[in-house]
């Protein structure tokens, strides 16, 4: 059962109904039980028969859940590292086994985003960061909360633990301003996504037959539909959870508007970046081998040059994990892992004379033109990363590249071919002045939360932009007797 589907809206309005009508004290069981059943009715492989995927996070919890109990009543350094290992390799085996090798169809619900919580979680009990939950289940319902199975963000126990578990009353302010996140993460998934959707599949499915601008048309799309789809799922789960009472960490701050590739990653799926850094780069980079290797190179390269390679060597790895987290395979590890690699190191690498240039031509960093040339320069080469990404197989990929590149084609522009690409002139406009407002509501959004703003504004004007909104969701938005915009096409990159 999907976030966007009509019966998951309709048990999330009885749920929320019960879930304030009970006592305050047993809201947690509540959304433990909610949770459960959300993943019993919603993962593919449970709704075949497949039942038994609820072993799986059990078992997970059940894993970390002894080995943080453990670890917290142990004071023997060499133990807590040892159930701390064990821990790690059962989690990471049981992922990587279902995930990578062999037995996809088996995987459950959401698997890379709650083993990525609960080891978070463990490892700050590791480092006396975090505290010890000694109760299996309420450690459950935070490996397993039903609004960030299927697609994040990742969660810090540290600070989830007193929202989880304290209860919460009523509150109108919470309730509505939930209720508008999710009224414009439909916005995006159902009246963007998946109309840029129909003219990427058109393009990426059949490349050959395409040459030029309207193979760039159909990555630009794509890049589209696909932020869209992941944001808008994400405004959709952190409205649900904000009406009940329970705050999520933001996952995405209009990456677009970043102005080189470091930014935009501290922009796009922010959980997963923090988590990577937290747990993954800092502790690599504290390792035996990484702190001797910037004094085994100094002779040769010289301090400063020795520490960057160092930095660049660890930061290699890093991305690699990341590309082979989102598919396991080459196409994934290139588009958005190890060329995301490339272009940062350049980027640092080509930073001084970059400096001198804008020096020369007197360009000052906050130049509005030059401004807008970093932003439409990430965004291009984000595009061509999730080309990799988007495509069967690298040779997929540096094909389309290659027919983007073997001609021109302006004349789509006034020819009438860009209503040929599955969209009709109708359908296009609906989707350009979509992305339109989307886009000038991102820019505006750098100033301050749109809902906080709306709320200021008389009830009459604030109710009428509402109904407004919803109602072009409602007659605009992509529906249809084979439709499930729920399935939610991150998804198929990771799970």
């Not at 396991?328 to 980027?347: K, P």
């Not at 302006?410 to 989307?438: C, H, K, M, P, Q």
Request: proline content about 4%.
């Amino acid at each position: 059962m999907s976030v966007t589907s009509f019966y998951f809206l309709c048990l999330f309005a009885l749920a929320l109904l019960l879930y304030y009508a009970i006592p305050k004290k047993a809201q947690w069981a509540f959304l433990l039980l909610l949770s459960i059943g959300y993943f019993m009715t919603s993962d593919p492989v449970t709704q075949s028969g497949g039942w038994y995927v609820i072993f799986y996070l059990l078992a997970a919890v059940g894993a970390v859940y002894g080995a943080a109990v453990f670890i917290g009543r142990t004071a023997e350094q060499r133990k807590k590292r040892a159930a701390l290992i064990c821990a790690v390799l059962f989690c990471l085996g049981l992922l990587c086994a279902l995930r990578f090798f062999g037995l996809p169809l088996l995987a459950p619900l959401g698997i890379s985003f709650y083993t990525l919580t609960l080891l978070g979680y463990l490892f700050d009990v590791y480092y006396e960061i975090g505290q010890v939950q000694t109760s299996y289940l309420k450690l459950l319902l935070f490996g397993a909360y039903f609004p960030t199975m299927i697609s994040g963000p990742i969660l810090k126990y540290r600070e989830m633990e007193g929202q989880l578990y304290g209860g919460h009353k009523l509150d109108y302010r919470q309730v509505t301003f939930g209720m508008q996140r999710m009224l414009w993460g439909f916005f995006k998934v159902l009246v963007i996504s998946e109309r840029a959707a129909v003219i990427a599949n058109e393009i990426f499915d059949n490349y050959d037959d395409y040459a030029g601008l309207p193979v760039w048309l159909g990555a630009v799309a794509f890049t589209a539909q696909l932020y869209t789809n992941f944001s808008g799922c994400m405004d959709i789960v952190l409205g649900i959870s904000q009406c009940f009472g329970i705050g999520l960490p933001e996952n995405f701050d209009a990456p677009f508007l970043s102005r080189n590739i470091s930014e935009y990653w501290r922009r796009w799926h922010i959980t997963l970046g923090t988590w990577l850094k937290e747990y993954l780069f800092y502790p690599l980079l504290r390792t035996r081998f990484f702190m001797q290797l910037p004094k085994t190179l100094k002779p040769r390269l010289g301090k400063k040059r020795a520490k960057q390679v160092t930095t660049f060597l660890a930061m290699f790895l890093l991305w690699f994990a990341i590309g082979y987290w989102h598919g396991g395979t080459w196409n994934f590890i290139i588009g958005s892992g190890l060329l995301h690699w490339f272009y940062i190191v350049s980027g640092e690498l080509l930073e001084p004379f970059f400096s001198r240039w804008k020096a020369a031509w007197h360009v000052p960093d906050e130049n509005r033109l030059f401004i807008f040339f970093q932003r439409l320069r990430t965004f291009a080469l984000v595009t061509l990363g999730l080309i990799f990404f988007r495509s069967p197989t690298v040779p997929d990929a540096l094909r389309m590249i290659g027919r983007g590149c073997s001609a021109l084609n302006l004349r789509i522009l006034w020819d009438g071919s860009l209503f040929s690409y599955g969209l009709n002139w109708i359908e296009f406009t609906i989707l350009a002045v979509s992305l339109l407002f989307f886009g000038w509501a991102s820019v505006r959004q750098q100033k301050g939360w749109l809902r906080e703003r709306l709320e200021k504004k008389p009830l009459i004007l604030r109710w009428a932009i509402l109904y407004a909104l919803l109602f072009y969701v409602i007659l605009l938005g992509q529906y249809g007797p084979e439709y499930s915009a729920a399935e939610f096409i991150y998804q198929n990159f990771r799970a």
